[in-house]
């Protein structure tokens, strides 16, 4: 069985196909941390759907909540209409969202990926300023649809101003950690003060509080906070892409609260549908300048994904996820860099709560910052990880960047065995 639908499948999907390339297994079955195969093998998920399952597989709340409307006789599809399980999705919703920003914040329903939720931020600052230009930053990814691939670093259907995001490692001003980033801050003022620039009054800025296909890289918080101060002095709308950092990820419920700044707009997806689609923005309502029927689409009402991301948001709300994720991602973090000292070739690591990055190089050819990213070896990791039942993906420009976005939900226990898996697989790879 296994072995034919991989077969089967690989013939007649796209040569774009990403995990299931990278991640040959036919997941037939899944609770919490673990995934069943077809093969009947077992294996720990530390990549949780890029990071959208905060509570891991299958969670009985989340199972609970769909089948909750199912049995209710409530339709499955409305379109975008008023419906108890949307307004109770929204009630949640604002409830976890920083007071300041709740207080006067408009949502609007984009659905189903997180890049339809960041094509609608992209329209919605355009709309509201007159202007069309975008601030992003190197290493971003805001996603695969046009205006969102922009973002991300492709042709420029949007035109978009590539600052540098601030790194401690690989930092682009070679100095790293706060001191790269107020370099990099002062250099994105010049540019927005220089009328010659041709950047001077773009329609947003769009960050990521953490980049986490860009290799797991947290962003300082002054330099979020100088961003805040950078953008409001010149009424600039500043969008956080909490996409990925959201519902507890990074330690605190959504990433900007560690920085305490209010950002106008908040794009969200991933985790707040429970394993569902779903994807909203969320924003200021001085930017609400869109026509009635602006922004429209099928697939905006998905009763399952509310009800899901609802309960989801509610469980890590009411158990305090975000902090376990704190507290646990930081004793990981500990033991990557214990395990570290034992392997030249883990150039840095680094992460914020349970988005954790251990960038691989060759120590050989250079030391430090400069050692070259070595993709080979992340790509036998990562095969090592799989050969030991352990599931981990790669980010970063040169995928040299193994990445864990294990459930918030992971044990004590289930950590040491994905660290132990971890250890075990990096040794094979060396050998
Ligand atoms: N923004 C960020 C920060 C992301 O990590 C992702 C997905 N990895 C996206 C946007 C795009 O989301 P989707 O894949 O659902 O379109």
Not at 22 to 44: F, H, K, N, Q
Request: hydrophobic content about 45%.
């Amino acid at each position: 069985v296994h072995e034919g639908i991989l077969r089967r499948q690989s013939l007649r999907e796209s040569s774009a196909r990403t995990y299931a390339r990278s991640l040959p297994i036919v997941p037939v079955r899944a609770r919490g941390l673990t995934i069943e195969g077809a093969d009947g093998r077992r294996y720990l998920d530390c990549l949780s759907g890029a990071g959208t399952l905060a509570l891991g597989h299958n969670h009985p709340v989340v199972l609970e909540a769909i089948k909750k409307v199912i049995d209710s006789g409530a339709p499955l599809h409305v379109l975008d209409l008023a419906t108890p399980v949307k307004d109770a999705f929204i009630t949640e919703l604002y409830a976890t969202l920083p007071e300041e920003f709740a207080r006067d914040a408009r949502i609007q329903f984009c659905g189903p990926a997180g890049t339809d939720a960041v094509e609608a931020a992209i329209k919605l600052v355009r709309t509201a300023t007159g202007r069309s230009g975008l601030l992003a930053f190197t290493g971003a990814y805001h996603g695969m649809t046009a205006g969102a691939l922009d973002a991300s670093g492709g042709a420029a259907e949007v035109r978009v101003t590539r600052l540098p995001f601030p790194r401690s490692y690989r930092c682009p001003f070679g100095v790293g950690g706060e001191r790269g980033a107020e370099l990099g801050a002062r250099w994105t003022e010049s540019l927005l003060d220089d009328p010659k620039s041709g950047v001077a009054a773009p329609a947003a800025m769009m960050l990521e509080p953490v980049q986490g296909e860009g290799g797991v890289i947290p962003a300082p918080d002054s330099w979020m906070r100088r961003m805040r101060e950078i953008t409001a002095a010149r009424s600039i709308p500043l969008i956080a892409d909490e996409v990925q950092t959201g519902v507890g990820r990074t330690g605190a419920f959504w990433a900007v609260e560690h920085s305490g700044i209010v950002p106008d707009v908040m794009v969200l997806s991933k985790a707040i549908g429970g394993s569902l689609p779903l994807a909203v923005i969320v924003y200021r309502s001085g930017l609400d300048a869109w026509q009635p029927g602006a922004h429209a689409g099928t697939f905006r009402g998905n009763q399952l994904a509310m009800a899901a991301g609802a309960a989801t948001l509610a469980f890590v709300r009411e158990n305090r996820l975000a902090e376990r994720a704190r507290t646990l991602g930081a004793r990981m973090l500990a033991g990557l860099r214990a395990l570290a000292r034992a392997h030249p070739c883990v150039g840095d690591v680094r992460g914020r709560g349970l988005m954790i990055g251990v960038e691989l190089v060759a120590p050989d050819a250079a030391t430090g910052d400069t050692a070259p990213p070595a993709p080979e070896l992340a790509a036998a990791v990562r095969q090592e990880c799989l050969n030991r039942g352990l599931i981990i993906e790669l980010g970063g420009r040169h995928s040299a960047v193994v990445r864990l976005l294990p459930p918030l939900t992971l044990t004590d226990e289930q950590a040491v065995a994905v660290l132990d898996r971890f250890a075990d697989a990096m040794a094979a790879a060396e050998r």
